[in-house]
């Protein structure tokens, strides 16, 4: 392979890698990860189950059929102990004069008290079919009604496993960007200090610098390129934790493409907005929870009312003695209509106990709600404490960078012109890359607490 061929395969592949980097805003991994995590799939899964389990319901409610077949050998014929007397027709035939010796002599026995009687035959073969449905069942009416709550609460679930996914896909995105941010501002300190370490090097080849000065930057620089290192390992760390929060395998390519500045901080901001609590999925569960437990009340006040089911039922039956004759012999057919109902009495408390379960089920529920609002309440007010205070730590460590910039190329210019040291230099780069490192850890709170914040008012969309 000569060097052409070389040169165009290593270009191509390079194309090639740059084209499986898939570039993502932060929109379309939030997509991604409501469709790929396996949170969501689970929830959605949920949903499906709560479906079949309000079918199930719906199923109690309507008829009910059901086909019967069975075949019996007797082996051993049950017996049935009868009055012997009951078979006596001696009164009956009494009009008869009947004295001869053998009629005699049986009269003069003594008597059995009971006789044993053989019911049925060996083979019995029968087929049958039953019909019922319940008629009344105020159990089963309120299940029904009860129904669209489940499923709203199975649909609210995962919208709460939604915004949930949301949030920890915000964040994680939002930190790697400032992780990017990072080592580029790690990148241009490295290129200053390179620069400056070269003229440096030979103002001393010429004379004009001491080597400790030199060595001080190459000191300095050595610690930048040692914190590089950690801080890539930090963004290979963050972007590991965005794929995890997206269900993306690891080993997969992506490259960001939102920036993230004071003012995307600022963009859409309302501080003075009212919490509207019904904007919270959380609040729509409670009163979901507490509208499913009414309906438990309901369920077991009700219990005292009877539940009326009626059945229809047919069948054909055979009884032989050969087993042949059990395809020969025509089957006796059956029919029966029942109409029944029951009522309980008394359960020995249990019906009041659970009754009294629910309602303070109810009354559980309106506390929770009540604590809810109270913890949204402070959860808001600390979010828009945190960003204000954020806000303004941005637009201070903003104005520290542009004096630290100044400081920076003062002591660069006075250092070129001889009037100046290097230690002035080493100080105001370090002071200016302090002042960068908290503009970006204010830049990461702010937009943090900005997302807490629509969190708190259920605005996060």
């Known amino acids: 392979m000569n060097v052409k061929h070389f040169i165009l395969l290593m270009f191509l592949s390079s194309q090639a890698m740059a084209q499986n980097i898939e570039r993502l805003s932060l929109r379309n991994c939030i997509e991604y990860a409501l469709k790929n995590q396996p949170k969501i799939k689970s929830a959605l899964l949920d949903e499906q189950l709560q479906l079949e389990k309000n079918k199930e319901i719906i199923g109690i409610a309507r008829p009910q059929i059901s086909a019967s077949g069975q075949f019996q050998y007797l082996f051993v014929i049950p017996k049935q102990r009868a009055d012997a007397g009951a078979f006596n027709f001696a009164s009956s035939l009494s009009f008869f004069k009947i004295d001869t010796p053998a009629y005699i002599a ?58 949930d996914v949301k949030i920890a896909v915000s964040k994680a995105y939002y930190n790697c960007v400032i992780a990017e941010k990072r080592i580029a501002l790690i990148d241009e300190n490295i290129r200053l200090l390179a620069s400056l370490s070269d003229m440096t090097q030979k103002l001393y080849n010429e004379g004009f610098a001491e080597k400790i000065d030199a060595d001080r930057l190459t000191v300095q620089k050595n610690n930048l390129q040692t914190e590089k290192d950690k801080i890539q390992n930090l963004v290979d760390l963050s ?21 993230l500045d004071i003012d995307e901080v600022k963009k859409d901001l309302d501080l003075d907005r009212v919490v509207d609590y019904n904007n919270r999925v959380e609040m729509n569960l409670l009163q979901t929870a507490k509208k499913l437990n009414g309906y438990d009340y309901k369920r077991y006040k009700k219990g005292y ?37 029951t009522m309980p009495l008394y359960d020995g408390g249990t019906r009041l106990a659970k009754m009294n379960q629910a309602r303070i089920n109810i009354l559980k529920n309106e506390n929770d709600m009540i604590a809810f609002k109270q913890a949204v309440d402070l959860e808001s007010n600390n979010a828009k404490t945190q960003l204000r205070n954020s806000i303004m730590s941005l637009e201070n460590q903003n104005k520290n960078i542009e004096l630290a910039q100044k400081v920076y190329s003062i002591a660069q210019k006075k250092y070129k012109e001889g009037v100046g040291t290097n230690i002035e230099i080493l100080q105001a780069e370090t002071a200016l890359k302090d002042a960068q490192t908290n503009y970006f850890n204010s830049l990461y709170e702010a937009i943090i607490s900005k997302i807490d914040l629509q969190q708190s008012l259920g605005l996060l969309k």
Do not use: C, H, W
């Open 239 to 259: 972007y590991a934790l965005l794929k995890f929060q997206m269900g993306m395998p690891l080993s997969e390519r992506i490259q960001l493409t939102d920036e």
């Open 305 to 341: 009312l009877p539940t009326v089911a009626a059945v229809i039922s047919g069948s054909y039956a055979t009884q032989t003695i050969a087993f042949k004759e059990l395809f020969t012999l025509p089957y006796f057919p059956t029919g029966a209509f029942v109409l029944s109902a």
């Open 106 to 163: 049986y009269q003069s026995q003594p008597k059995e008290k009971y006789s044993e009687l053989k019911f049925g035959l060996p083979l019995n073969a029968s087929l049958g079919i039953q019909a019922s449905q319940i008629l009344f069942d105020a159990g089963v009416l309120i299940a029904i009604k009860a129904r669209k709550s489940l499923e709203e609460l199975s649909v609210l679930n995962t919208k709460r496993t939604e915004q």
